[in-house]
């Protein structure tokens, strides 16, 4: 890998956030710390050097040593300046040091300054370099481990086998129990693994027991809402809860994407609240689109299809005269209409 070093390896990666840039007098007083740098500014390695100079390059008897071919064998040299300050120079090197887009032959390091040399970026920073503040932990790590993911996989489980006996319309099957939560396990696993790949590659721990935790929990509640919604739409007379029944699955599901994405990278909740919300706007309106295209209105269902025992009706039933006055109110309607020009 370019840019790979050498050097005994003596730090981790990593940054909690933007540190303030170093007061003058702080960059001189070792020990000094190099750091290389991946494109988006992450420290992929850090090496601690003693003494000035510093030299920088390919060859062995350097104090630093990189392991990128387009760098000079001695490419760069870190030292004082004639103010104090500590500069970087170029040894002559044949692609030379590049600084806020520009070439140049030395620079002054103030503890935030990136140099690249051939594919190498670079920073240095002395010892009394103030760091930022403490992040607060929210990470939760109580809900890591075995025990959440034994309880994601077991709610998944319990959730597919109750839609499998609530779609059961046939004589009993053992067999068919079984299958149930297998698929449930299965898509739990399934589901997860690319989650936990993900933390593993953008957040150093794979975290498998809280994304299995989060299918589960966000499985429930995708199927909670949609009985839920059925239910009250039943009992109430709330048509609407059916008819646009599939905005609530596009939200819970952007809501699920969420707490995946959160345990990824915590710090940036804001961000993804917001990526989450837009992904269910444009998904809601994708579904309004196609409802659209397909039955020429934009509710997912003409009539609410639920039927469930009459006990659970909470609102009063409409008398016969009270429909037949409708009717008559809607063929009123439809006369007037068709009375209209050009109807």
Same mark, same amino acid.
């Given at each position: 890998?370019?840019?790979?070093?050498?050097?005994?390896p003596?730090s981790?990666?990593?940054q909690?956030?933007?540190?303030?840039?170093?007061?003058?007098?702080?960059?001189?007083?070792?020990?000094?710390t190099?750091?290389?740098?991946?494109?988006?500014g992450?420290?992929?390695?850090?090496?601690? $050097?003693? /003494?000035?100079?510093? *030299?920088?390059?390919? &060859?062995?008897?350097?104090?630093?040593?990189?392991?990128?071919?387009?760098?000079?064998?001695?490419?760069?040299e870190?030292?004082?300046?004639?103010?104090?300050? !500590?500069v =970087?120079r170029?040894?002559?090197?044949?692609?030379?040091?590049?600084?806020?887009?520009?070439?140049?032959?030395?620079?002054?390091?103030?503890?935030?300054?990136?140099?690249?040399?051939?594919?190498?970026? !670079?920073?240095?920073?002395?010892?009394?370099?103030?760091?930022?503040?403490?992040?607060?932990?929210?990470?939760?790590?109580?809900?890591?481990?075995?025990?959440?993911?034994?309880?994601?996989?077991?709610?998944?489980?319990?959730?597919?086998?109750?839609?499998?006996?609530?779609?059961? &319309?046939?004589?009993?099957?053992?067999?068919?129990?079984?299958?149930?939560p &297998?698929?449930?396990?299965?898509?739990?696993?399934?589901?997860?693994?690319?989650w936990?790949? =993900?933390? *593993? !590659?953008?957040?150093?721990?794979?975290?498998?027991?809280?994304?299995?935790?989060?299918?589960?929990?966000?499985?429930? $509640? !995708?199927?909670?809402?949609?009985l839920?919604?059925?239910?009250?739409?039943?009992?109430?007379?709330?048509?609407?809860?059916?008819?646009?029944?599939?905005?609530?699955?596009? $939200?819970?599901? $952007?809501?699920?994407?969420?707490?995946?994405?959160?345990?990824?990278?915590?710090?940036?909740? *804001?961000?993804?609240?917001?990526?989450?919300?837009?992904?269910?706007?444009?998904?809601?309106?994708?579904?309004?689109?196609?409802?659209?295209?397909?039955?020429?209105?934009?509710?997912?269902?003409?009539?609410?299809?639920?039927?469930?025992?009459?006990?659970v *009706?909470? /609102?009063?039933?409409?008398?016969? &005269?009270?429909?037949m006055?409708?009717?008559?109110?809607?063929?009123?309607?439809?006369?007037?209409?068709?009375?209209?020009?050009?109807?």
């Amino acid at each position: 890998m370019n840019g790979q070093l050498k050097a005994a390896p003596s730090s981790h990666a990593g940054q909690p956030g933007p540190a303030p840039a170093a007061p003058p007098g702080l960059a001189m007083r070792g020990p000094w710390t190099i750091e290389m740098l991946a494109r988006n500014g992450e420290v992929l390695h850090r090496h601690r $050097a003693t /003494s000035l100079p510093i *030299r920088v390059g390919r &060859a062995y008897d350097n104090d630093f040593i990189v392991d990128d071919d387009h760098a000079a064998a001695h490419h760069v040299e870190i030292g004082a300046g004639a103010d104090g300050n !500590l500069v =970087l120079r170029d040894l002559g090197s044949r692609n030379g040091v590049v600084h806020g887009g520009r070439r140049v032959q030395q620079v002054v390091l103030d503890g935030d300054t990136v140099v690249r040399m051939g594919h190498t970026s !670079l920073r240095v920073r002395a010892a009394g370099f103030p760091v930022a503040p403490e992040l607060l932990d929210r990470t939760m790590h109580g809900w890591e481990g075995l025990l959440p993911g034994a309880a994601g996989v077991l709610l998944a489980a319990l959730v597919t086998l109750l839609v499998a006996w609530l779609l059961d &319309a046939q004589p009993f099957e053992l067999l068919y129990y079984v299958q149930a939560p &297998a698929w449930g396990i299965g898509a739990a696993l399934l589901w997860s693994s690319p989650w936990a790949f =993900l933390n *593993r !590659l953008f957040g150093r721990h794979a975290r498998l027991g809280r994304h299995l935790f989060i299918f589960g929990c966000g499985v429930a $509640a !995708l199927v909670g809402v949609q009985l839920g919604a059925r239910v009250l739409a039943y009992a109430g007379s709330y048509e609407w809860l059916t008819r646009y029944g599939s905005h609530a699955v596009v $939200a819970t599901v $952007a809501g699920i994407v969420y707490f995946h994405l959160a345990t990824i990278r915590p710090p940036l909740r *804001r961000r993804l609240r917001a990526l989450c919300a837009g992904a269910a706007l444009l998904g809601s309106g994708l579904v309004l689109i196609a409802n659209e295209q397909r039955h020429g209105r934009i509710a997912d269902e003409l009539y609410m299809s639920v039927l469930l025992p009459p006990q659970v *009706r909470v /609102s009063p039933d409409a008398t016969v &005269a009270d429909y037949m006055d409708s009717v008559a109110a809607m063929r009123a309607q439809i006369d007037a209409e068709r009375a209209k020009p050009g109807q």
